[in-house]
Protein backbone atom coordinates (compact mmCIF):
# COMPACT_ATOMS: atom_id res chain seq x y z
CA UNK A 1 0.00 0.00 0.00
CA UNK A 2 1.75 3.38 -1.33
CA UNK A 3 -0.69 6.32 -0.56
CA UNK A 4 -0.11 9.06 -2.96
CA UNK A 5 1.97 12.20 -2.00
CA UNK A 6 -0.98 14.55 -2.91
CA UNK A 7 -3.71 12.27 -0.75
CA UNK A 8 -1.47 13.29 1.89
CA UNK A 9 -4.15 15.46 4.32
CA UNK A 10 -7.26 13.82 3.03
CA UNK A 11 -5.76 10.80 3.38
CA UNK A 12 -4.77 12.34 6.97
CA UNK A 13 -7.45 13.02 7.90
CA UNK A 14 -9.50 9.70 7.24
CA UNK A 15 -6.81 7.14 8.20
CA UNK A 16 -5.25 8.87 11.30
CA UNK A 17 -6.96 11.93 12.65
CA UNK A 18 -10.63 10.66 11.93
CA UNK A 19 -9.82 7.59 13.85
CA UNK A 20 -7.91 8.63 16.68
CA UNK A 21 -10.88 11.15 17.43
CA UNK A 22 -13.52 8.03 17.13
CA UNK A 23 -11.28 5.55 19.67
CA UNK A 24 -9.82 8.03 21.94
CA UNK A 25 -11.23 6.89 24.93
CA UNK A 26 -10.15 4.14 24.77
CA UNK A 27 -6.99 4.18 23.18
CA UNK A 28 -6.24 6.15 26.35
CA UNK A 29 -7.17 3.88 28.27
CA UNK A 30 -4.07 1.89 27.62
CA UNK A 31 -1.68 4.49 27.36
CA UNK A 32 -0.80 4.98 31.19
CA UNK A 33 3.30 3.56 30.75
CA UNK A 34 5.78 5.88 29.82
CA UNK A 35 8.28 4.71 27.73
CA UNK A 36 11.99 4.58 28.51
CA UNK A 37 13.49 6.72 26.33
CA UNK A 38 10.86 9.59 26.84
CA UNK A 39 10.68 9.08 30.35
CA UNK A 40 15.41 9.39 30.49
CA UNK A 41 14.69 12.44 27.90
CA UNK A 42 12.47 14.71 30.14
CA UNK A 43 14.14 13.95 33.54
CA UNK A 44 17.40 15.05 32.37
CA UNK A 45 15.84 18.38 31.04
CA UNK A 46 17.16 21.10 33.30
CA UNK A 47 14.97 22.81 35.64
CA UNK A 48 12.95 25.20 34.31
CA UNK A 49 12.91 24.51 30.73
CA UNK A 50 9.86 25.12 28.52
CA UNK A 51 9.13 22.93 25.84
CA UNK A 52 6.22 20.89 23.21
CA UNK A 53 4.68 17.82 23.53
CA UNK A 54 4.00 17.48 19.88
CA UNK A 55 0.81 14.75 19.24
CA UNK A 56 0.34 14.67 23.04
CA UNK A 57 -2.18 11.90 22.84
CA UNK A 58 -4.00 11.23 26.47
CA UNK A 59 -0.76 13.43 28.21
CA UNK A 60 0.52 10.86 29.83
CA UNK A 61 3.94 12.68 29.57
CA UNK A 62 3.11 16.01 31.04
CA UNK A 63 3.63 14.93 34.49
CA UNK A 64 7.00 13.17 34.27
CA UNK A 65 9.06 16.29 35.34
CA UNK A 66 7.47 18.65 37.90
CA UNK A 67 9.97 20.95 37.01
CA UNK A 68 9.62 21.82 33.28
CA UNK A 69 6.78 22.96 31.67
CA UNK A 70 5.10 21.46 28.60
CA UNK A 71 2.89 22.79 26.33
CA UNK A 72 0.91 20.14 24.68
CA UNK A 73 -0.87 19.62 21.65
CA UNK A 74 -2.51 17.13 19.48
CA UNK A 75 -4.25 17.21 16.29
CA UNK A 76 -7.14 15.27 17.95
CA UNK A 77 -9.60 17.41 19.94
CA UNK A 78 -10.84 14.70 21.49
CA UNK A 79 -7.10 13.20 22.84
CA UNK A 80 -6.76 16.80 24.00
CA UNK A 81 -9.60 16.95 26.03
CA UNK A 82 -8.07 14.17 27.74
CA UNK A 83 -4.92 15.50 28.22
CA UNK A 84 -6.37 18.85 29.86
CA UNK A 85 -8.27 16.81 32.49
CA UNK A 86 -4.88 16.54 33.96
CA UNK A 87 -4.79 19.65 34.58
CA UNK A 88 -0.82 20.02 34.98
CA UNK A 89 -0.07 21.37 31.78
CA UNK A 90 -1.76 23.74 29.02
CA UNK A 91 -3.29 21.08 25.99
CA UNK A 92 -4.37 22.65 22.35
CA UNK A 93 -5.23 21.41 19.47
CA UNK A 94 -2.55 21.76 16.84
CA UNK A 95 -1.33 20.69 13.27
CA UNK A 96 2.15 19.07 13.88
CA UNK A 97 2.79 20.70 9.98
CA UNK A 98 1.63 24.04 10.73
CA UNK A 99 2.70 24.67 15.20
CA UNK A 100 1.19 27.75 16.26
CA UNK A 101 4.02 28.51 18.46
CA UNK A 102 6.93 31.24 18.58
CA UNK A 103 9.92 30.05 16.43
CA UNK A 104 13.18 30.01 18.03
CA UNK A 105 12.08 29.65 21.72
CA UNK A 106 11.83 26.37 23.33
CA UNK A 107 14.13 24.77 25.33
CA UNK A 108 12.68 21.12 24.33
CA UNK A 109 10.19 19.35 22.34
CA UNK A 110 9.36 15.43 22.26
CA UNK A 111 7.16 14.22 19.80
CA UNK A 112 6.58 10.53 20.31
CA UNK A 113 4.60 7.97 17.87
CA UNK A 114 3.49 10.80 15.34
CA UNK A 115 5.57 11.79 12.56
CA UNK A 116 4.97 7.90 11.36
CA UNK A 117 1.40 8.67 10.64
CA UNK A 118 1.91 11.47 8.12
CA UNK A 119 1.25 9.68 4.49
CA UNK A 120 4.45 10.96 2.40
CA UNK A 121 8.26 11.47 2.28
CA UNK A 122 7.88 15.49 2.06
CA UNK A 123 5.33 15.33 5.07
CA UNK A 124 7.23 13.38 6.94
CA UNK A 125 10.16 15.54 5.98
CA UNK A 126 8.11 19.23 6.98
CA UNK A 127 6.82 17.65 10.59
CA UNK A 128 10.56 17.55 11.62
CA UNK A 129 11.25 20.67 9.77
CA UNK A 130 8.23 22.59 12.01
CA UNK A 131 9.47 21.15 15.46
CA UNK A 132 13.13 22.28 14.71
CA UNK A 133 11.73 25.87 13.85
CA UNK A 134 10.26 25.94 17.70
CA UNK A 135 13.74 25.26 19.23
CA UNK A 136 16.14 28.23 20.37
CA UNK A 137 19.03 28.55 18.12
CA UNK A 138 22.95 27.69 19.83
CA UNK A 139 24.37 30.41 21.42
CA UNK A 140 28.43 29.74 20.38
CA UNK A 141 29.69 27.88 17.23
CA UNK A 142 30.82 24.94 19.54
CA UNK A 143 27.98 24.33 21.67
CA UNK A 144 27.98 21.48 24.25
CA UNK A 145 24.69 19.29 24.38
CA UNK A 146 23.81 21.33 27.33
CA UNK A 147 20.02 22.41 26.65
CA UNK A 148 20.14 25.55 28.75
CA UNK A 149 23.67 26.38 27.16
CA UNK A 150 23.18 26.02 24.14
CA UNK A 151 19.79 25.96 22.57
CA UNK A 152 16.88 23.38 22.14
CA UNK A 153 16.29 19.67 21.50
CA UNK A 154 13.71 17.95 20.32
CA UNK A 155 13.44 13.82 20.71
CA UNK A 156 11.97 12.34 17.87
CA UNK A 157 10.37 8.29 18.55
CA UNK A 158 8.67 6.19 15.43
CA UNK A 159 7.82 2.85 15.03
CA UNK A 160 10.07 0.53 13.34
CA UNK A 161 10.00 -1.79 10.46
CA UNK A 162 12.43 -4.23 12.03
CA UNK A 163 10.49 -5.58 14.79
CA UNK A 164 10.52 -9.69 13.51
CA UNK A 165 10.49 -10.25 17.25
CA UNK A 166 7.26 -8.14 17.87
CA UNK A 167 3.79 -9.79 18.12
CA UNK A 168 3.25 -7.67 14.62
CA UNK A 169 6.42 -9.71 13.23
CA UNK A 170 7.07 -6.83 10.47
CA UNK A 171 11.19 -7.19 9.23
CA UNK A 172 12.80 -5.79 6.67
CA UNK A 173 11.32 -7.49 3.62
CA UNK A 174 7.91 -6.21 4.52
CA UNK A 175 5.97 -3.13 3.20
CA UNK A 176 7.36 0.46 4.61
CA UNK A 177 3.29 1.66 4.37
CA UNK A 178 0.81 -0.28 6.28
CA UNK A 179 -2.79 0.04 7.98
CA UNK A 180 -2.88 -1.12 11.44
CA UNK A 181 -6.21 -2.08 13.19
CA UNK A 182 -7.61 -1.00 16.43
CA UNK A 183 -10.49 -3.31 17.95
CA UNK A 184 -13.05 -1.79 20.17
CA UNK A 185 -16.16 -3.41 21.90
CA UNK A 186 -19.01 -1.33 21.60
CA UNK A 187 -22.45 -2.28 22.89
CA UNK A 188 -25.24 -2.81 20.21
CA UNK A 189 -27.91 -0.10 20.90
CA UNK A 190 -30.61 -2.26 19.60
CA UNK A 191 -29.58 -5.57 20.69
CA UNK A 192 -27.97 -4.89 23.95
CA UNK A 193 -25.23 -7.37 22.40
CA UNK A 194 -21.17 -6.06 22.31
CA UNK A 195 -20.30 -6.10 19.09
CA UNK A 196 -16.01 -5.58 18.24
CA UNK A 197 -15.53 -2.71 15.21
CA UNK A 198 -12.00 -2.78 13.75
CA UNK A 199 -10.63 0.59 13.00
CA UNK A 200 -7.58 1.06 10.83
CA UNK A 201 -4.83 3.60 11.00
CA UNK A 202 -2.10 4.50 8.44
CA UNK A 203 1.30 3.95 9.31
CA UNK A 204 4.98 4.47 7.62
CA UNK A 205 7.23 1.82 9.44
CA UNK A 206 10.74 3.22 9.26
CA UNK A 207 13.98 1.63 7.93
CA UNK A 208 16.99 1.57 9.78
CA UNK A 209 18.85 5.30 9.54
CA UNK A 210 15.33 6.68 7.95
CA UNK A 211 14.21 9.08 10.88
CA UNK A 212 18.43 10.21 10.93
CA UNK A 213 17.81 10.65 7.21
CA UNK A 214 14.60 12.59 7.46
CA UNK A 215 16.20 15.12 9.90
CA UNK A 216 19.23 15.99 8.33
CA UNK A 217 16.98 17.10 5.07
CA UNK A 218 14.82 19.34 7.55
CA UNK A 219 18.28 20.95 8.34
CA UNK A 220 18.72 19.16 11.77
CA UNK A 221 21.87 17.36 13.16
CA UNK A 222 21.79 14.25 15.38
CA UNK A 223 23.02 14.66 18.50
CA UNK A 224 22.69 10.63 19.30
CA UNK A 225 19.45 8.06 17.91
CA UNK A 226 18.84 4.40 18.52
CA UNK A 227 15.82 1.58 18.86
CA UNK A 228 14.60 0.63 21.79
CA UNK A 229 11.47 -1.71 21.89
CA UNK A 230 10.62 -1.83 18.25
CA UNK A 231 11.08 1.93 17.66
CA UNK A 232 13.81 4.47 16.14
CA UNK A 233 14.60 7.19 18.18
CA UNK A 234 16.79 10.58 17.74
CA UNK A 235 17.53 13.30 19.61
CA UNK A 236 18.53 16.09 17.46
CA UNK A 237 19.17 19.88 17.15
CA UNK A 238 19.48 23.15 14.96
CA UNK A 239 23.14 23.30 13.78
CA UNK A 240 25.29 25.42 15.01
CA UNK A 241 25.53 29.08 13.92
CA UNK A 242 28.98 29.15 11.20
CA UNK A 243 32.30 30.67 12.84
CA UNK A 244 33.23 33.91 11.48
CA UNK A 245 36.13 34.08 9.48
CA UNK A 246 38.97 35.84 11.38
Not at 142 to 158: F, H, I, R, T, Y
Request: proline share 7%; net charge negative.
Amino acid sequence: MNPEPDRGNAYEILHVHNVYDQIASHFSSTRYKPWPIVEQFLKSLSPGSVGLDIGCGNGKYLGINPNICIIASDRSENLVKIAGHSGLHNAIVADGLFLPHRTSSMDFAISVAVIHHLSSPARRILAVESILATLRPHSSPQPSLNVAADGGKVLMVVWALEQKCSRRGWDECDEQDVMVPWVTQLKNPSTGEIEAKTYRRYYHLYRRGELEDDVLKAGGIIVESGYEKDNWWAVAMLPPPRKLCE
